[in-house]
T-cell receptor, first 108, second 110 residues
Framework: DTGVSQNPRHKITKRGQNVTFRCDPI?????LYWYRQTLGQGPEFLTY????????KSRLLSDRFSAERPKGSFSTLEIQRTEQGDSAMYLC??????FGSGTRLTVV | GIQVEQSPPDLILQEGANSTLRCNFS?????LQWFHQNPWGQLINLFY???GTKQNGRLSATTVATERYSLLYISSSQTTDSGVYFC????????????FGEGTQLTVNP
């Protein structure tokens, strides 16, 4: 196990398109987190899973955002009808806190 | 929720110099973590330090929980220490979601 893996590393999309990111956590970690980081800021919490249950969601997670962790292993984060304000680095972590390399989203 | 403030926001050092980064937090915490984000964006967990002092090589951290601050010391800095240093604490005392400070951008010049 080489750590937390995120795909893709970079995504450029047109405004209004849907995008989906994937996170593969460290296999023995049952907690999984999604954070968003914009330039010059610290990461901001979006949501977290304990196994397959989504236990907490930030108010930053609008109706256009949905996250799943169907079998308690990998997780996906989908953004529908992307907006330019969604441009950011999306970070996944499993706990004890180990972060992936992130997916950088650019909405043009 | 908890507020986390870091200082200084930017720091430029010559290789070999020592530095101290500070993190203040607004409420009692049972978990305080320091992270390093390298220039490629990878966040690395440096210390889990709710109280006391820990050392790892040239880095050490001290948290004084009663006074609600933590310090990260970097000795004999190297160019590879460059990047952004974040401290983070749980939103509530029983939670595991982290509130991050805005970071200290460290540049170590050769």
């Amino acid at each position: 196990d080489t750590g937390v893996s995120q795909n893709p590393r970079h995504k450029i999309t047109k405004r209004g398109q849907n995008v989906t990111f994937r996170c593969d956590p460290i296999s023995e970690h049952n907690r999984l987190y999604w954070y968003r980081q914009t330039l010059g800021q610290g990461p901001e919490f979006l949501t977290y899973f304990q196994n397959e249950a989504q236990l907490e969601k930030s108010r930053l997670l609008s109706d256009r955002f949905s996250a799943e962790r169907p079998k308690g292993s990998f997780s996906t984060l989908e953004i529908q009808r992307t907006e330019q304000g969604d441009s950011a680095m999306y970070l996944c972590a499993s706990s004890p806190y180990t972060f992936g390399s992130g997916t950088r989203l650019t909405v043009v | 929720g908890i507020q986390v403030e870091q200082s200084p926001p930017d720091l430029i050092l010559q290789e070999g110099a020592n530095s101290t980064l500070r993190c203040n937090f607004s409420d009692s915490v049972n978990n305080l973590q320091w992270f390093h984000q390298n220039p490629w964006g990878q966040l690395i967990n440096l210390f889990y330090i709710p109280s006391g002092t820990k050392q790892n090589g040239r880095l050490s951290a001290t948290t004084v929980a009663t006074e609600r601050y933590s310090l990260l010391y970097i000795s004999s800095s190297q160019t590879t220490d460059s990047g952004v240093y974040f401290c983070a604490a749980p939103k509530e005392t029983s939670g595991s979601r982290l509130t991050f400070g805005e970071g200290t951008q460290l540049t170590v010049n050769p």
